[in-house]
């Protein structure tokens, strides 16, 4: 867990010369602000990892099923091998499990990205903010996050439009206000204004 070469709390340094990650790319990821609960999870799988099973910092996060022949003659899940997925479809199929046992529609793995962009484009409040949030994805550019991510739904764009209107005009009145207030100012200066 490093920033650059410096250990960093509540982030994963992803380095591509070690792991297999998109374009080769090697980047930090921090704990998206999403509730202690995630970071609790993790903390207690990767404690599971390192105490129960004695895997080291060279071992995957979440390793491949080992698949072995049962007691009836089939093959069948028996624990965890030390290597990556070799693709993404068993993930794909351990959520689509998991949310069919908890009685909910299927969302792919993939969905829970567009969530955290949506996320960040309402908690965001400036291009630094939303720039840090892009590359914590690992996006390089923040292009590729709006492109990729950044569509707005139809009834949100109306609220959007609509609540920026009622915000300009808002805006407008209180610059009517200042410019006021700046006249008012220079009559009691004695700074004689004709208004054309």
Known sequence: MRCGSKRTANSVYQDAREVKTKFSKTFNTFFFPVGDEIRR????????????????????????????????????????????????????????????????????????????????????KSPEEFKAWSQNLGHEHVLTTFLSYGEVACQRQGEIIGGLATAQQAGSSGANEITEAVFQRFRDFGVNIQEK
């Open 41 to 124: 999870i993790v903390a207690e799988w990767v404690s599971y990892l390192r105490h129960d099973k004695l895997w080291g910092n060279d071992d995957p996060l979440i390793p491949a099923t080992r698949v072995a022949l049962g007691a009836s003659r089939q093959f069948e899940a028996s624990g965890l091998e030390r290597e990556h997925w070799r693709t993404a479809s068993p993930i794909r199929g351990v959520f689509k499990e998991a949310f069919e046992g908890a009685g909910l529609p299927y969302f792919n793995p993939h969905s829970f990205r567009n969530t955290l962009v949506r996320l960040g484009e309402e908690r965001c």
